[in-house]
């Protein structure tokens, strides 16, 4: 692949502690297109050596609006198949740019390592010095260590460390779309973190057109019925929670976006400061960025005050716990106490309901947000979800932003894919290859 | 006309054995001549001193093809290197500190080179080394009867930048009058023909008034919308316009081209081709031996590649490092000079930009002792920018880093193109 890809398929072997490339063939992409389509078909390829696939979408990085995700793909040990999570923020970004389209991890290290992608170079790294450490220390260390703050991190907690089925693989310092336990599958493989960073560049076949249109379709989006709202409140005032943006206002200090995406789906909140500051934080940790949605809906309903919430889902983070899991769990025990469910994390326990035959991540709700999609009756939303969280899977597009976006129609997607990378991807292709992953 | 292609055609089909005359055919970009054309073996001194500007050579030598390159320290211009060389490129830095590390042994190295015939082409602090100078160090290159113009007794009120704008130079001041692009003028002597007009960046640079034994090729002849005035503008065109910007002198059977601004760098095609002009125009007339590297320093296979990611991996390190550093406001002084973060990508991206070559090619052409010394020093790089950030990050200085830092970016890049050009200049396959 010449065109928005780096062309390279890394596999990592952690039994013997080598790396190696295969390119990324244009069959390959033609016949799978991208995302979970290809990691999907590594998994088959890999499976008896336990796989861990981490993809990136033909769109990933580049200026096409949300173009931010990347996945991880992995047989889920709370559902015991393959099921794919998305991974945004800067990370998912990042990815591409290390020079990897995708990257297979094979087996199990004999020691803790972690692995660090960078520009083409892939190193597998000795973790002893963080394991058992928690998530933001983690981050904060791998940072430290390699000297630069704008590195990316998948981290596990002490969760994963553990073998939680609940322990989560987060971005960073913050929770991520991962409810299939796949912390504990990086746990049982003694790998702590990857690593990311890369200043390479992508081409593009057909350049001036494809970026002239990019902006066209942000200026679409910006005048769009998601003009005037952001944040996790107006996500969830458009989800039935009509006192949200009340319920937060105490906590709320900024809201932040994801790569290229033209709404931020995060919010940061101050727990231990004034967030009406207009000051440096004092504090070294001020608050916490809700970036679960679904974890924080189900506090709120629990009957947790929004300070409280951040609480807990900071504890979460920390641990490399799934909170939606959490939030679910002790939602059924009625405890509101937060220090009491910090406590309780260590060792957490529970089953936490997955639909059958789920795929993609409930981390995204199961409505559209602000954008009309045409929808009516309730089979016809979930197949609607499901197709539209495919989509967005497959091409690296934000999976919350593919639910608030009807402009970025999958007509829209395959033209600027094919103007990207000189393929002609037809919409008879796209229907199988999601038939394929859906099955 | 693209003047760097003419010069590379030159230089391949010199490589190829074809014989060339000036100004013939493929070499119509000189002046005519009826001798024939070879390829020079040209010294780039990457010493104690230097800043970056030698990289610029570099530069223009490799997108003209001229691959027989040696870098080089004063330790080898003191052990007799220059001896198989007909051409020795000296760019800028901190011209004491240059005169200091080469030493009385260096001074007279470089002398015998250019009296037995040898080319020396000086830019910038290259251009002040062999001006005639009582000063403690440079007394030992009093080479050429060259004054310099922008000296003064009292130091020039600074507009802007005031480290940049002046400097110490015994009981007088240097100063210089302007940063960034310049006008030129050429007197159309050879070899600089073909361009009366021409822009080249000054950075601290010489105006030089010469004496009758040398000629001038070219005058300061005015400024640009990019020139950057460091004092007064009356002052500036006082000091520059009129005066030698660059000037050949004969020494012995040899000769100095003295460039005030850096003729070499990378933006300037014009000022290049004047650069390639007068090495083949000047070079030496006859040579000894060239040290050729046997078959065991040609590594293939596992070993080349294995070289080739190992300092891939300490590059790609080191430049994520340096991105980082460059949004923290900090500078460093070492000898006169300051600089800042911005310098330390420079040297890596001299490196990154040709490692891809490398991995491409089938073979990479360097000693077993290179090897390791081109990824230790690689390391090192790479464990000082880590501590400096880490350093930046707890506020704490980083000054010693910074002087142990460049130092050995320095002998990086060094190595490294080493390696480079003796892969590709010796045609191993590219």
Request: proline fraction near 4%; glycine fraction near 8%.
């Amino acid at each position: 692949m010449d065109y928005l890809s780096s062309n390279k398929i890394l596999i990592v072997d952690l039994n013997t502690g080598e790396t190696s490339e295969d390119a990324l063939d244009d069959d390959l992409v033609s016949q799978k297109i991208g995302g979970v389509g290809i990691t999907s078909s590594l998994y088959e390829t890999y499976k008896d050596r336990d796989p861990v696939i981490l993809g990136t979408g033909l769109l990933t990085g580049t200026l096409f609006p949300a173009s931010a995700l990347s996945v991880i793909s992995a047989k889920s040990p709370r559902t015991g198949y393959l099921t794919h999570s998305p991974f945004t923020l800067k990370a998912g970004m990042e990815l591409k740019y290390t020079g990897f389209d995708y990257v297979v991890i094979l087996g199990r290290s004999e020691n803790p390592v972690f692995l660090w992608l960078h520009d083409g170079v892939a190193d597998i790294l000795d973790a002893a010095e963080l394991w058992g450490k928690d998530v933001w220390n983690t981050t904060d260390l791998l940072r430290k260590s390699m000297g630069d703050d704008l590195i990316q991190t998948l981290v596990i907690g002490p969760a994963g460390e553990e073998g939680s089925d609940l322990a989560q693989v987060c971005v960073n310092y913050w929770a991520n779309g991962d409810c299939w336990g796949f912390g504990k599958v990086l746990g049982e493989k003694n790998l702590k973190a990857v690593a990311l960073r890369g200043m390479g560049l992508l081409e593009i076949s057909d350049a001036e057109d494809f970026v002239d249109q990019c902006f066209e379709i942000f200026e679409a989006i910006k005048g769009s019925a998601l003009e005037g709202k952001r944040g996790v409140e107006d996500i969830l005032i458009a989800l039935g929670e009509s006192d949200a943006r009340e319920w937060l206002a105490p906590v709320v200090h900024r809201h932040s976006a994801c790569y290229n995406t033209p709404y931020p789906t995060n919010t940061f909140i101050y727990l231990n400061e004034d967030p009406t500051t207009l000051t440096e934080p004092a504090e070294p940790e001020p608050g916490f960025m809700i970036t679960d949605i679904g974890a924080l809906l189900a506090l709120k309903k629990s009957g947790l005050s929004a300070a409280d919430a951040g609480h807990v889902l900071r504890a979460c983070a920390r641990r490399g716990v799934d909170p939606a899991a959490v939030a679910e769990i002790i939602g059924k025990t009625g405890q509101k106490d937060p220090k009491a469910i910090e406590q309780s994390l260590e060792g957490l326990q529970g089953t936490v309901a997955v639909p059958q035959g789920a795929k993609f991540s409930s981390w995204v709700p199961q409505n559209p947000i602000f954008g009309d999609f045409g929808l009516s009756g309730e089979s016809s939303l979930r197949d609607w979800w499901v197709r539209r969280q495919a989509v967005a899977y497959l091409f690296g597009i934000h999976p919350i932003f593919a639910n608030m976006s009807p402009e970025l129609s999958e007509e829209v997607i395959l033209e600027m894919v094919n103007k990207g990378t000189g393929l002609d991807l037809s919409q008879e292709t796209l229907d199988q290859v999601i038939e394929d992953i859906c099955s | 006309m693209n003047l760097y292609h003419s010069y590379a055609t030159i230089n391949q089909k010199l490589a190829q054995g074809v014989e060339l005359h000036y100004g013939e055919e493929e070499a119509s970009v000189l002046p005519r001549d009826p001798r024939p054309l070879r390829i020079p073996r040209i010294g780039v001194y990457a010493g104690t001193g230097t800043s970056h500007s030698w990289l610029w050579f570099a530069e223009l030598f490799d997108r003209m093809s001229f691959h027989e390159i040696l870098f080089m320290t004063e330790d080898m211009v003191r052990d007799g290197f220059l001896e198989s060389l007909d051409v020795f490129a000296m760019s800028g830095g901190d011209t004491i500190r240059i005169a200091e590390w080469l030493g009385q042994e260096g001074g007279r190295a470089i002398e015998s080179f250019i009296r037995e015939g040898g080319l020396y082409i000086g830019s910038c602090a290259g251009a002040y080394l062999p001006l005639k100078s009582s000063k403690q160090h440079l007394d030992r290159f009093n080479f050429v009867d060259i004054k310099i113009a922008n000296l003064s007794k009292t130091r020039p009120e600074a507009k802007r930048m005031g480290r940049k704008a002046s400097t110490n130079y015994g009981c007088d001041f240097v100063y210089h009058p302007v940063r960034e692009d310049v006008c030129l003028r050429t007197t159309g002597k050879e070899p600089f023909t073909g361009f009366e007009y021409f822009r080249a960046p000054l950075y601290g640079g010489p105006s030089m008034v010469t004496s009758r034994d040398s000629d001038v090729l070219a005058y300061y002849d005015g400024f640009t919308e990019k020139t950057l005035f460091l004092v007064e503008e009356s002052l500036a065109e006082e000091t520059l316009l009129g005066k030698v910007a660059a000037a050949r002198t004969a020494m012995g059977d040899g000769h100095l081209y003295l460039f005030g601004p850096h003729f070499e760098h990378p933006l300037f095609p014009i000022a290049n081709h004047l650069v390639a002009a007068a090495i083949f125009w000047d070079m030496k007339k006859g040579r000894k031996n060239w040290k050729s590297l046997d078959s065991e320093s040609i590594l293939e296979g596992p070993a080349k590649e294995k070289l080739v990611r190992d300092i891939k991996r300490e590059i790609s390190n080191s430049r994520i490092v340096a991105v980082g550093l460059e949004a923290i406001p900090v500078q460093w002084i070492i000898g006169c000079k300051t600089y800042e973060p911005e310098k330390i990508r420079v040297f890596l991206e001299a490196i990154w930009k040709r490692i891809n070559t490398l991995e491409r090619s089938r073979s990479v052409c360097a000693q077993s002792e290179t090897c390791e010394e081109v990824v230790v020093t690689a390391s090192r790089v790479t464990r000082l920018l880590r501590q400096m950030k880490s350093r930046m990050d707890d506020h704490s200085d980083t000054q010693d880093l910074a002087w142990d830092l460049f130092d050995s970016l320095r002998r990086l890049a060094m190595i490294f193109l080493q390696i480079y050009f003796d892969s590709f200049g010796r045609s191993l396959d590219s």
